[in-house]
């Protein structure tokens, strides 16, 4: 997978994470900003993606399309597409770039619109990654419950490095008998569960 990163990829990753790093010093005002998962996390999410049922591969919150390259990795070992959901167009815009650039057109489908009515028709879930504004990840959560196939894999990001925006919800989550989860420390923390039969 991996070893599979050409280096269309690896120079569009590059200049991303440029950006992404002068965006959080440089003023670029929060709604612009790219936001993107460390390239750590990005492993991580392309191996958990890689090794989920079958079944749909999703993302909530796209951005410029870096986490979406990394899983589209986990997709082409997989045999199949990744669904990537953000609602501003112009983020939709830089992503389509990066799916041009790199040649992963034909791997990522990108949806436009908010990530709660798009989660809402989908079905058949084996991994979604969650990454968009906290204030709908408990909403998000809940909706994957009941699209999740058994065994299949969630993954919401920023549950160590925004706590304080989230109270109750990963311990709610933890909790919860549809779910075996655990905060894994790798970038901003990472909840992963995997669906249990229940
Ligand atoms: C943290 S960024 C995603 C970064 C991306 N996953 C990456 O690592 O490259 C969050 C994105 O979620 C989108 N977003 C936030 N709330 C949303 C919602 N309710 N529905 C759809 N997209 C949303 C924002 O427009 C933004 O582009």
């Known amino acids: ?11 569009r990753m590059a200049e991303l994470e440029a950006i992404d790093a002068a965006d959080r010093t440089d003023g670029t005002p ?18 958990l993606a890689a090794s989920a049922p079958a079944g749909q591969v999703v993302e909530v919150g796209t951005s410029a399309g870096y986490s979406a390259l990394w899983l589209s990795l986990a997709c082409r070992a997989r045999g199949d597409g990744l669904t990537s959901i953000d609602r501003d167009p112009d983020k939709l815009a830089l992503a389509r770039q ?3 650039t790199t040649g992963t057109t034909d791997v990522v489908r990108l ?10 028709g989908l079905d058949g879930v084996a991994f979604a990654f969650v990454d968009a504004n906290r204030d709908v990840l408990p909403a998000c959560l809940e909706l994957l419950a009941d699209r999740l196939v058994p065994g299949g894999l969630v993954a919401a990001d920023n549950v160590i490095s925004h706590a ?11 909790a919860d008998p549809r779910f075996d989860a655990v905060v894994v420390p790798i970038g901003s923390g990472v909840l992963t569960a995997r669906r249990t039969r229940v």
Not at 164 to 172: H, K, L, R, T
């Open 111 to 120: 949806a436009c619109g908010d990530a709660l009515e798009i989660l809402a």
């Open 164 to 174: 304080a925006e989230i109270p109750g919800v990963v311990e709610a989550f933890l």
């Open 30 to 47: 929060h709604g612009r900003r790219l936001r993107q998962i460390p390239p750590e996390t990005g492993r991580y999410l392309a191996i």
């Open 98 to 100: 990066t799916l041009e």
């Open 1 to 11: 997978m991996f070893h599979g990163l050409t280096p269309a990829m690896l120079a």
